[in-house]
């Protein structure tokens, strides 16, 4: 794991960086391709919002806590900004503005099935981080996503080339054992006179 660590007033080995893993899986049908489908699964964990006067981070330890800070900022505002979205108002979302969003974008507001689990502690001294943690869940709780199924358009595409195909095979048995001409070749022909 690339996740950076490090000593606060807070916590022993406080979390000084985001934690993303990402998990692809492909699921292939052989014998129908356009039942083909994918599969994302990302797991987050957040480094906690920081009070300097908390922390009594300095130098490398309270950059760490700007970049923390900054980016859980952003994710707010776009959190928000969904909500809104939600309530009818017109939004623009700036995924873009931070690598998390960026990242997370299916997950906020997309087509992804997305599960929150906000941990706080019972230390009466952290009470407003707990607090703001309690807030930023119940507003990530109101963003509304679409949940779709994940198929590869190419494999439906193909499916689809292929079931025309068995179709067009099986209408021209079909007339041959009638001993009529296929309808598919009558309406060339006839496409081919009116031309």
């Known amino acids: 794991s690339y996740r950076t660590s490090g000593e606060t007033k807070m916590n022993a ?3 000084r960086s ?3 893993f990402t998990m692809k899986i492909h699921q292939k049908d052989a014998e129908d391709e356009s039942r083909s489908v994918f599969v994302r699964l990302n ?35 776009v959190i928000m900004n969904l909500v809104d979205i939600g309530d009818g108002k017109s939004r623009h979302v700036h995924y873009r503005d931070s690598k998390l969003t960026f990242l997370l974008k299916d997950s906020l507001g997309g087509s992804t099935f ?4 906000a941990t706080i502690t019972p230390k009466e001294e952290h009470a407003q981080e707990t607090l703001s943690t309690l807030h930023f869940a119940q507003r990530a709780k109101s963003v509304k996503n679409v949940v779709t199924r994940n198929v590869t358009i190419e494999n439906t595409v ?3 080339r292929k079931e025309i195909r068995t179709l067009k095979r099986m209408m021209s048995e079909s007339a041959m054992k009638k001993h009529k001409p296929s309808p598919v070749h009558s309406l060339q022909s006839l496409h081919g006179r009116v031309g």
Do not use: M
């Open 13 to 15: 080995k406080s979390s």
């Open 18 to 20: 985001h934690s993303i």
């Open 114 to 117: 997305t599960f929150i689990v």
């Open 158 to 160: 193909s499916g689809l």
């Open 43 to 77: 797991l987050v964990d957040l480094a906690g919002s920081e009070r300097q006067r908390n922390t009594g981070a300095t130098g490398k330890r309270l950059r760490e806590g700007s970049a923390i800070n900054k980016s859980l900022s952003v994710l707010g505002t």
